[in-house]
């Protein structure tokens, strides 16, 4: 048999090695560009749908691939800072706040 000698894992392109990379381009191999697009549409879309069904919604605002972005990052951060429930990652109790997580998007826009 064969040994394998390929690099394993995630590859960067463009980037000579893994210590080249950044945090965003390790999340841009697993949510590329595109894929933050068509969610944006989709989710849109849906709330669209939402509002033609059950009423206008004052406090919607049409999401970004910007905010896509950031609301996939909190929930990455989520499943590795877990707390017993979501409304603590906005707490404004010391032993429970996550700064990162409050300047990057509001409880409700989340």
């Known amino acids: 048999m064969r040994e394998f000698t390929e690099q394993s894992g995630p590859q960067l392109e463009g980037k000579v090695d893994r210590a080249t990379g950044t945090l965003l381009d390790y999340f841009f191999i697993l ?8 969610l ?3 989710t849109n879309a849906y ?8 009423g206008p919604d004052s406090s919607w605002a049409e999401v970004t ?4 972005g950031a609301f996939l990052s909190i929930n990455i951060l989520m499943g590795i800072v877990q707390m017993p429930m979501t409304d ?23």
Not at 31 to 38: E, I, K, N, S
Request: glycine letters at 2%; a negative charge.
């Open 40 to 42: 944006v549409v989709h």
């Open 88 to 110: 603590m990652y906005w707490s404004s109790d010391m032993f429970f706040e996550l700064p990162g997580v409050q300047m990057t998007m509001t409880r409700n826009r989340y």
């Open 31 to 38: 949510f590329p560009l595109a894929l933050l697009q068509l």
């Open 65 to 68: 691939e910007t905010e896509m």
């Open 47 to 54: 709330a669209t749908f939402c509002m033609a069904r059950d």
